[in-house]
DNA sequence: GCATTAACCACAG
DNA sequence: CTGTGGTTAATGC
């Protein structure tokens, strides 16, 4: 353990970030630091757990098993918390996460988090922000996948990377065809089949997994009317 | 009926 | 792993 390396992280959370110089140190003394190799498991579904976890650099797939396969809840890019909901109140993990690049991922003792969420108004505050945040994304994407239909919810999932993750128009998807239907609720066949189609439309630029987005506006379009 | 959508299977690079 | 073609089932005119 390090006194010192919250105090002196450059990727605090915005709820860190309201924490005094002693609360940082108890801080950096109840958490630890670990690298995690591309396609490393950083906790699975069903596994105890009594962290909290913070995705300080690098992306992370969240996904959950389903009982006809497997479903990708949503890519998550660092800095930002990763599993409030599931060791907060459970103490088992509902869904599994897995590092798509090389990521550094903080795991915060519990009991000090909790500390800090009872005595700093100021940090509970920016937590719960963070959750309304994420149950607004959920429910949006809930929608998303009931309702539209195959090109729509791959046309979503090119802009989020392209606008979220990226944020260029040029991107090299860091999934499998077999993942990104499980992330878009398609088939690998259908994926296949959906890119090909908006690249012989002159909608994106296909070249394997490196995709140039050429016409947002249509696929903004797609994703709209499903 | 006919068209659309998408899943499943099989096979080829 | 990925792209394609054929087949099949469900759904909506």
Redesign the pocket.
Known sequence: MNLEICKFCNKRSLAAKHLGNEELERLGNNCNEVRFAKGDIIFKQNALSSNIIYIKEGLVKVHISGP??EQILKISKGPAFLGIPTTFGEKINHYSATAINDTIVCFIDIMTFKGFIATNSEFSYEIIIDLCKNEIYNFHRCVNQLQ??????VADALLFFADEIFERDHIELP???????DLT????????????DFNREGLIN?N??NIELLKKDLLRQISEKG
């Open positions: 006809e396969r539209k239909q195959g090109p729509g919810r999934l499998l065809r077999h993942e990104f239907g609720g398609n088939s690998r066949e259908n994926v296949s089949r959906i890119l090909t296909l394997g997994k």
